[in-house]
């Protein structure tokens, strides 16, 4: 079978499709024969050295869709043929651009019959990612305000889709030629992230009571000073290792601030059933920007990090 593997860290031109072996699923392990692959800022991080992965050669690639292959010893939650979407992989597994992945069962879960392998690719990472950021750690409510930063992004059209699935009201920013797509997914304001204005002009919105951050080390500081009393900020994305937070408004306000990563939840399975049903419903809406062939999976590294695009981008093998 064919993988995408680079054999040293460095720029996209380190990934090659490589002939290799399929793998075994062993104990708790699925075979996925791989339909879809999401693409994430993250498999650039793996690739580039800046996180560690366990050995080389490796497989980039965090999301996966596809039908189960084979199973492993004591696997009862899944059979061959079953659809299964999922996340997790790339980091301590080997990853999912590849036309076959072995998963943790806990790593996947059924991918609905009306969602499509593209879908359930797109909104896997992003979609554990914004549910554990609103849901797990900002427990966000109905009828209060959730501003989400670079709303255009991957994390950021699933976070709007489902803060508003939750009744709350959505403060997006996002870059001025996406707003009309995104007040169609479900933002009540979206204020273009290049204003100078921009601190302003959320205020003006109405102060958030949850703020979902991809670029804390830019936005904690305005953060700290629109935020409502109380408010739950989760930082999720970074461009550089040093954030601020003013502790003036931070103290004042009781202002509640968390940083998390989407690969230290504790079991994929449950939150991926609850997208596939919010994707089923129509509540949450995975926009695919581009396919790439496996073969094209450099491109589609260069795209993520260089362009700009609204959802995902996702490799078929
Ligand atoms: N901690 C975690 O578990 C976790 C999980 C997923 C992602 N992340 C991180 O979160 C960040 C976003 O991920 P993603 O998958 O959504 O990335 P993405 O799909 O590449 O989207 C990035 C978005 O940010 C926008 N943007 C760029 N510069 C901005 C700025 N200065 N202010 C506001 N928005 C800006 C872009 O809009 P334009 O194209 O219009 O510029 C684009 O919509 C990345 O840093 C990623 O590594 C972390």
């Not at 019959?113 to 549910?131: I, M, P, Q, R, Y």
């Not at 479900?186 to 991809?214: F, K």
């Amino acid at each position: 079978m064919h993988a995408v593997r680079y054999h040293e860290t460095g720029g996209p031109d380190v990934l090659q499709v490589d002939d290799v072996d399929p793998p075994d699923p062993g104990q708790g392990e699925v075979l996925v024969d791989v339909h879809a692959a999401g693409v994430n800022p993250v498999d650039t991080y793996f690739r580039t050295g800046a996180y560690p992965v366990p050995e080389l050669p490796w497989t980039p690639g965090s999301d996966l869709a596809g039908v189960v292959g084979a199973v492993g010893p004591g696997v009862e939650a899944f059979t061959v043929g079953d659809r299964v979407f999922g996340t997790g992989l790339g980091r301590t597994v080997q990853g999912s651009h590849a036309e076959q992945v072995v998963a943790p069962v806990d790593h996947v879960a059924v991918l609905p019959d009306d969602v499509s392998f593209n879908e359930g690719a797109a909104v896997a990472l992003v979609g554990v990612t914004a549910w554990r950021a609103l849901v797990g750690y900002a427990d966000l409510e109905p009828a209060e305000t959730c501003l989400v930063h670079g709303a255009s992004g991957g994390v950021g059209h699933v976070a709007v889709q489902l803060a508003e699935a939750t009744g709350a009201r959505v403060v997006a920013t996002a870059s001025e030629q996406y707003h009309d797509h995104l007040r169609d997914l479900g933002a009540d304001v979206v204020l273009d992230y290049h204003r100078e204005d921009l601190e302003s002009a959320i205020a003006e919105a109405g102060a958030p009571d949850v703020i979902l951050d991809t670029f804390m080390d830019e936005y904690f500081p305005l953060d700290a000073r629109v935020a409502a009393h109380g408010a739950r900020i989760v930082g999720i994305g970074n461009t550089s290792d040093e954030a601020r937070i003013p502790l003036g408004p931070a103290k004042s306000k009781d202002l509640d601030f968390q940083v998390m990563s989407m690969f230290n939840v504790e079991a994929y399975g449950p939150i991926l059933d609850r997208l596939g049903h919010l994707v089923v419903a129509g509540e949450v809406v995975p926009e695919v920007a581009e396919t790439f062939p496996l073969a094209e999976t450099a491109d589609a590294h260069r795209t993520v990090m260089e362009e700009s695009f609204l959802g995902k981008l996702v490799v078929e093998p």
